[in-house]
């Protein structure tokens, strides 16, 4: 299960949204650079500046904030003829950047390791990497659990709010990192293995 199972009902809701803004002449990639603009922006001035732990308000805001700008360059692209090379690169890329600096700051709250937290990051990243092969080898695009990119903006935007509301993390909550770089090394491998199996299907 994941919560990416969620995004046709949540593309439902944004529908005469899209329909307006590609009226209006915005287009995929605009929505695409925009979104990645405002992650870097957020994740460096929390990680730069470190204003305070209510800041970490602005993580889960902008985790919701963000998946419907995803869904609706997406949606902009296959739904109004926006399709295109550059948008395919786009859409990858700049979702791996956006994770890195949004997870990055998460670095500076205690108990959590800057290790980890970096594991977390390089991870994440691998895991996409691994899903979007999957057309390499003539599947599809994985996306697969148990945490895939919008598990982890549900996981990061939930702490992100207990650190703004400033209850205190335990000394176990240490662990946390090292088990979410697990479970992201666990959706690798659903995704390598989901692939590999949908073509032995063929």
């Known amino acids: 299960m994941s919560i990416y199972q969620l995004k046709p009902r949540f593309q439902a809701l944004l529908r005469p949204l899209v329909h307006r803004l590609a009226g209006a002449g915005i287009t995929a990639n605009q929505v695409t650079l925009a979104a990645c603009g405002v992650s870097v922006l957020l994740g460096l001035w929390l990680f730069w500046a470190a204003p305070g732990r209510v800041a970490f308000a602005l993580v889960p805001l902008w985790m919701l904030l963000r998946m419907a700008f995803n869904a609706v360059d997406g949606m902009l692209a296959r739904e109004h ?34 290790f980890w937290v970096g594991g977390v990051i390089v991870l994440a990243g691998l895991s996409e990497f691994a899903g979007a092969l999957g057309p390499t080898v003539g599947a599809s695009r994985r996306y697969d659990g148990p945490l895939g990119k919008s598990d982890r903006a549900f996981v990061f935007g939930a702490l992100g709010l207990y650190v703004a509301l400033g209850w205190p993390l335990p000394p176990a909550a ?18 390598v293995r989901g692939a590999l199996a949908e073509v032995g299907a063929r």
Not at 92 to 105: K, W
């Open 81 to 114: 003829g926006q399709k295109s090379a550059l948008g395919a690169f786009l859409n990858e890329l700049t979702d791996v950047v956006s994770d890195a600096v949004l997870y990055l700051p998460f670095a500076l709250v205690a108990p959590f390791s800057g």
């Open 174 to 191: 240490a662990w946390l990192m090292p088990l979410l770089a697990l479970a992201v090394c666990w959706t690798m491998v659903r995704r």
